[in-house]
């Protein structure tokens, strides 16, 4: 079934060769509006290296039926209406360097696949839709046209009545950007007018009292602060200059394959848990959301490793808590950071309404820091949350993350994309993983009229062997999974030991009476 798919997508998908641009002949066949450029951001540039061809995957299940043409006509209005989804990426043929988004009109009927498909032949629905996003995963979007691409898959699956599948090249954005203008485009099921309610941080109070004494210390503890920042920038600089120039993480059965085995092609799975259940291990710990789900994350890698590496790559029954793991593994995960004062669902929503051109917020402005993963099996599971918290506060103060960002631009101003990339190649090949955590609306929404029951994004072209995306919606937390199977051949085992981890932390602080702390 899988290359029957593969070969119908390359099909569908195949278009006609790339443009070769001078603004000359060939352009023209596109149908250029008024002509609008703006150069690609550095970020993008690396994006489009062959080497680095990342596209994101928005899978959404609907609980309707997708109807294919109201879909493309509410499209027209909502996603379209930014100038990303209707540009080309054009290059300049006497200067390859020279990269423009221009502006172009668009036959939406080249961006809406419709699957066709017999559901009384299907096995397993839920199969079927992971081996077509499989499937999805070894093709390239075509360059010939704006760069996405919508998926419509009406099957009856476990948790929902379709499937819509949004494909965008990442090129056109970060993840924070294009997870905002997606939930721009939803609305409310209890109220069509209203914009989904994202939850925001909430500051701690200023403590009232007497300011004339508490002043100088404040500002002798914020100098403390911006010190031991810098001081942990310098460390955290170091590791990475060495990480570019020769320091790996332990291969494991979770590394990357070798480049004569790599290939961008993804297995992409997820599971949905109980985002009270983090809430519960969160209020109880005093810890954050994202503590609890990069502990419960090293938790589960710690005991699908575990069982990778008895004999025979199997561990059952009273073996399960055989220590099978060698000492000292060193495994880090690129952990992606938003850097922008990111433009709000609400102000993207009114660009597309009102047709203004603010884009405040909008591109590639991430930047990513090397967190260890503490890979153990521990006695007291909070233990992992407790670990994770350390290490994503040591984090917090510093300025990696931005750090980075600049040298990516510099990189690209002075020495071109071939080196910047390279040099992001070795820092993500010389790890083992990439890690985000979005957060999403308390409430239900609808996409095109059609009610959402969950959201799960993704992403492939990475040379990380794994990815994990952790997505809240409403009561739920997805952990989605892109795995290259090569390395990682049974990725809902890994999901089993995310979701038994996160039971374990859950029953450990029940048992341990920290169930008091719970609001």
């Known amino acids: 079934m899988e290359s029957d798919m593969a070969e119908g997508l390359r099909r569908r998908l195949s278009g006609p060769k790339p443009i070769d641009t001078k603004r000359k002949e060939g352009i023209e066949e596109y149908d250029m509006v008024t002509v609008e450029e ?65 502006q172009t009109k668009i036959d939406i009927d080249q961006h809406i696949i419709v699957a066709e498909v017999d559901e009384s032949q299907l096995e397993s629905p839920d199969k079927f839709v992971e081996d077509y996003i499989y499937n999805l995963t070894k093709t390239s979007l075509d360059r010939t046209k704006p760069l996405w691409d919508f998926h419509i898959i009406n099957v009856k ?60 210390w404040r500002f ?102 055989n220590n099978n793991l060698p000492k000292g593994i060193r495994l880090r995960t690129c952990l ?14 009114d660009m597309m309404e009102n047709g203004s051109k603010g884009k405040r917020g909008w591109g590639n402005w991430f930047g990513y820091a090397l967190l260890p993963f503490k890979i153990a099996l521990r006695d007291n599971p909070l233990d992992y949350v407790k670990e994770a918290k350390a290490t994503i506060d040591r984090k917090k103060q510093s300025f990696e993350a931005l750090f980075t960002l600049t040298m990516a631009q510099i990189l690209i101003k002075l020495f071109g994309v071939k080196v910047a990339t390279d040099v992001t190649l070795r820092v993500f090949s010389n790890s083992t993983i990439c890690f985000t955590n979005l957060v999403g609306p308390q409430e239900e929404i609808g996409f095109c009229g059609n009610p959402i029951t969950y959201f799960a994004p993704s ?61």
């Open 38 to 102: 703006e150069p690609l951001s550095p970020m993008a540039r690396i994006f489009h290296d062959s080497r680095f061809d990342v596209h994101c995957i928005a899978f959404m299940a609907c609980k309707t039926q997708i109807s294919p043409q109201p879909f493309k006509d509410k499209l027209v209005h909502t996603l379209l209406k930014h100038p990303r989804f209707t540009s080309l990426m054009v290059v300049d043929e006497e200067n390859i360097a020279d990269m423009k988004w221009v």
């Open 157 to 216: 699956t476990h948790n929902a009545e379709s499937v819509a599948v949004l494909r965008v090249h990442h090129s056109l954005g970060d993840g924070t950007s294009l997870i905002s203008l997606l939930l721009a485009c939803t609305r409310q099921t209890a109220d069509e007018l209203k914009l989904p309610t994202i939850p925001t941080k909430k500051r701690r109070p200023t403590p009232s009292g007497n300011s004339t004494k508490e002043g100088p």
């Open 220 to 321: 002798f503890g914020a100098f403390w602060l911006f010190i031991r920042m810098l001081m942990n920038t310098a460390a955290d600089v170091f590791m990475f200059i060495i990480t570019v120039a020769f320091f790996k993480d332990t291969k494991t059965p979770v590394s990357a394959v070798t480049d004569s085995e790599f290939t961008k092609a993804r297995r992409i799975v997820h599971r949905i848990i109980s985002l009270d259940d983090l809430k519960f291990v969160k209020n109880a710990m005093n810890v954050t959301i994202n503590d609890v789900a990069v502990g419960l994350t090293q938790a589960g890698l710690s005991k699908y490793l575990n069982r990778r590496y008895a004999v025979g790559g199997k561990d059952k029954g009273a073996t399960e808590r």
């Open 336 to 349: 992606i950071f938003n850097l922008r004062s990111s433009a709000g669902i609400e102000d993207l929503a």
């Open 459 to 519: 992403a492939y072209g990475q040379p990380s062997a794994l990815m994990i995306n952790i997505q809240s919606y409403i009561d739920k937390i997805i952990i989605v999974a892109s795995v290259d199977e090569h390395a990682i051949p049974d990725p809902q085992l890994l999901l089993d030991d995310f979701e038994d981890s996160l039971n374990l932390i859950k029953n450990a602080v029940i048992e341990r009476g920290l169930v008091k702390n719970f609001k």
